[in-house]
Nanobody, 120 residues
Framework: QAQLVESGGGLVQAGGSLRLSCTASGSISWINVMAWYRQVPGKQRELVAGITSGSTNYADSVKGRFTISRDNAKNTVSLQMNSLKPEDTAVYYC???????????????WGQGTQVTVSS
C-alpha cells in the first residue's frame, strides 16, 4: 500500500501564486507517473499536469502558468501555480502510479485533496 499526502492549498488573490506538494509513502519501488488533477462541484475531475521520468504535459488552460516537478529520491511531486485566476479554484488531487517492490504492475493512488481558492 502507498499513501499520498498533499499540502500547500489555500486562499490567494487573482494574479498570485501557490505551490502544492505531494509526498508518497509506503511500499514503493518506483513511481511511473505523478500528476495533479482538479475538480469543482458538479464537474468531472480533470488533469492539470502530469510528469513521468522523462516528460511533462499540461492542460491547455494552465500552460505557461503552472509548472510540475518531481523529486524521485523523496517521492514527491510539486505544482508551482503562478498568475492564478478565479477559474483555477478547485480541489486539487495528487495522483501517482506506484510499483511495489518485487512486482511488475503499478497501482493508482489518490491523495485526499487540497482546496485552492482564487479570489477576484
Amino acid at each position: 500500500q502507498a499513501q499520498l499526502v498533499e499540502s500547500g492549498g489555500g486562499l490567494v488573490q487573482a494574479g498570485g501564486s501557490l505551490r502544492l506538494s505531494c509526498t508518497a509513502s509506503g511500499s514503493i519501488s518506483w513511481i511511473n507517473v505523478m500528476a495533479w488533477y482538479r475538480q469543482v462541484p458538479g464537474k468531472q475531475r480533470e488533469l492539470v499536469a502530469g510528469i513521468t521520468s522523462g516528460s511533462t504535459n499540461y492542460a491547455d488552460s494552465v500552460k505557461g502558468r503552472f509548472t510540475i516537478s518531481r523529486d524521485n529520491a523523496k517521492n514527491t511531486v510539486s505544482l508551482q501555480m503562478n498568475s492564478l485566476k478565479p477559474e483555477d479554484t478547485a480541489v486539487y488531487y495528487c495522483y501517482a502510479e506506484v510499483r511495489r517492490p518485487f512486482t511488475t504492475t503499478s497501482l493508482a493512488y489518490w491523495g485526499q485533496g487540497t482546496q485552492v481558492t482564487v479570489s477576484s
